[in-house]
């Protein structure tokens, strides 16, 4: 009798096999079209679709992630490098050269140093509010750069009127052109397992050199040139790679966010397990290499993402496949691609970049008062300030909503409940009571520099204006794996109030880390502060026996 298992192994990897096949027509048209985006070469997308499916596939943990370049990155590559290079066209190519590679070599520190615990850098809406205003404003470039019309402004409030004053000069040649691939792409997406993106560049090549396109004054994309250099680092001064050490670490906080996205959500989807850490490593390293060879930034993109997994891949095959597929046709067809209409190339850009300006995700936000106003906010900041100074307010946004949230601890009082071993927030338990002499508090978030302070300033003010005499305090640091410099110096000064006031103090659940950096303080012995990694209900035994 056979083994079922070896039955479904290779139909697993026939479906890949479809799934790779199916994606490369999508993922070689758009990356370079993103190389557009980011006014760089066409092979420069190119090389970071090879940099993400290789590192990705042999060092990261999604079955679906498919890592190559991304529009967003691609728009931020293109914003810092023209603000730099000052119109310097060789300048701007090794300055892209550069962020591409500190992003690689920030990922690559994340992943050392263990930050794939922080999954959230940007909150969601502002992430959300980011991609939407990125998606319009992409999509309207890419609509001024098929009609014709010469943008000098960078953000979208500007550009808009300029996009419309100039409407009588538009080239409809090749507007027709973009709205016919559109609608193609349209039809073919029907179809997921079906290489729209593929299928559409070759339409229009065909239709390129049947109605003469050239002669009507629509550009083709040219010559792809995928002759490698040999590996080196780009030659920048000391303030250059200062900048792009800045935009660098925002572009890692939006790759990631985008990247972990994907690929949480697919692994939840389907019950998988990914490693974080890991997946940094793997994004840092497609990040190096694609920098090394001159390419682009690369994330794991939620649309070549989704395109893998409805394509029916089942593993990281079905990126090995995609690319084997890709180098085939950049090794036979690669002259032929240099004909591809830029408006077919758009129009792949717009068809991609569509369904970021759906509503529908946006609209779970707007429930909420402050997710609403994050949203509006990130929107605002990209058609506004542009899309690098828009992505720095949105990443300032995000940090400064989280030290926000984290500063506005509050300080719980604790009370047995229902007489058992539970101790529970008295102000959101009614039936729970407090224990006589005892005053049990606990901060509701983790202590550190910006926070600490206050909390323990209240703790103090709840003892000294407690309604009944209180013989013991205790603090409750569950919440407190470790603890900042201000946080030990805030303890210090706490420990000899307490004392001051007369009562014993025990610090209860305390954690490894935490309890190291306190039992070396002097003032843990001189004021009789006892420390403990009992539960409260264990710590407060402990009161009641020494006043026993």
């Not at 404003?137 to 014709?148: D, E, M, N, Y």
């Not at 640091?477 to 006031?501: C, K, W, Y």
């Amino acid at each position: 009798m056979s083994n079922p298992s070896q039955a479904v192994e290779p139909t697993n990897r026939w479906r890949d096999v479809l799934a790779g096949i199916s994606i490369a027509g999508l993922l070689l048209p758009e990356a370079v079209a993103y190389s557009t985006i980011a006014a760089l070469a066409p092979q420069a997308g190119v090389i970071a679709l090879f940099a993400g499916l290789l590192c990705y596939g042999l060092l990261g943990t999604s079955r679906f992630a498919i890592v190559s370049a991304t529009s967003s990155s691609a728009a931020v590559l293109a914003a810092a490098t023209a603000t730099l290079a000052q119109g310097d066209p060789q300048l701007r190519s090794t300055l892209a050269a550069g962020l591409v590679l500190v992003t690689g070599a920030l990922f690559v520190l994340a992943g050392v140093f263990r930050f794939g615990s922080v999954t959230s850098f940007i909150a969601k809406p502002v992430l959300r509010g980011f991609a939407f205003g990125l998606a319009l404003t992409i999509i309207l470039k890419q609509v001024a750069s098929v009609v014709g019309v010469h943008l000098t402004d960078t953000n979208l409030v500007r550009f808009a009127p300029q996009l419309l004053e100039q409407l009588p000069q538009w080239n409809w040649s090749a507007a027709a052109v973009a709205g016919v691939a559109l609608l193609l792409l349209g039809l073919f997406s029907r179809l997921p397992r079906l290489p729209s993106g593929l299928l559409v560049v070759v339409i229009g090549i065909a239709a390129g050199q049947w109605l003469d396109l050239p002669a009507y004054g629509v550009n083709m994309i040219g010559v792809i040139d995928l002759s490698l250099e040999v590996p080196n680092l780009p030659v920048l001064v000391f303030a250059d790679w200062l900048r792009l050490g800045e935009v660098g670490l925002a572009l890692v906080m939006i790759l990631y966010a985008e990247s972990y996205g994907s690929i949480s959500a697919y692994a939840l989807k389907h019950g998988d397990r990914v490693t974080s850490n890991r997946d940094l490593l793997a994004l840092g390293a497609s990040n190096l290499l694609s920098g090394l060879f001159h390419g682009m930034p690369t994330g794991a993109g939620y649309s070549a993402t989704s395109a893998n997994e409805a394509a029916g891949a089942t593993s990281r095959w079905a990126g090995a496949v995609a690319a084997l597929v890709v180098l085939i046709i950049v090794l036979t067809v690669l002259p032929w691609i240099a004909l591809t209409p830029e408006p077919v190339l758009a129009a792949i850009v717009m068809h991609a970049l569509g369904r970021g300006l759906s509503l529908q995700p946006l609209g779970r936000y707007f429930v909420w008062r402050r997710d609403r106003l994050l949203v509006m906010c990130a929107v605002a900041a990209v058609l506004t300030l542009g899309v690098l100074d828009g992505l720095l307010v949105s990443v300032a946004i995000s940090v400064l909503l989280m030290l926000k949230q984290l500063s506005a601890t509050d300080i719980q009082i604790l009370g047995r409940i229902d007489g058992g071993h539970d101790f529970v927030d008295l102000q959101h338990h009614p039936t729970a009571r407090a224990e006589s002499g005892i005053l049990i508090v606990r901060p509701s978030e983790a202590l550190f520099f910006a926070n600490v302070e206050r909390i323990l300033g209240t703790a103090l003010h709840l003892l000294r204006h407690s309604p009944v005499p209180v013989h013991t305090v205790i603090l409750s640091l569950e919440e407190s794996p470790n603890l900042d410099g201000t946080s030990i110096e805030a303890m210090q000064e706490f420990f000899l109030r307490v004392h001051q006031e007369g009562q014993e103090l025990i610090l209860a659940r305390l954690k490894h880390e935490a309890l190291n950096a306190v039992s070396a303080l002097p003032e843990v012995a001189a004021c009789g502060v006892i420390l403990s990694g009992l539960s409260v209900d264990g710590a407060v035994q402990r009161a009641l026996e020494r006043q026993a």
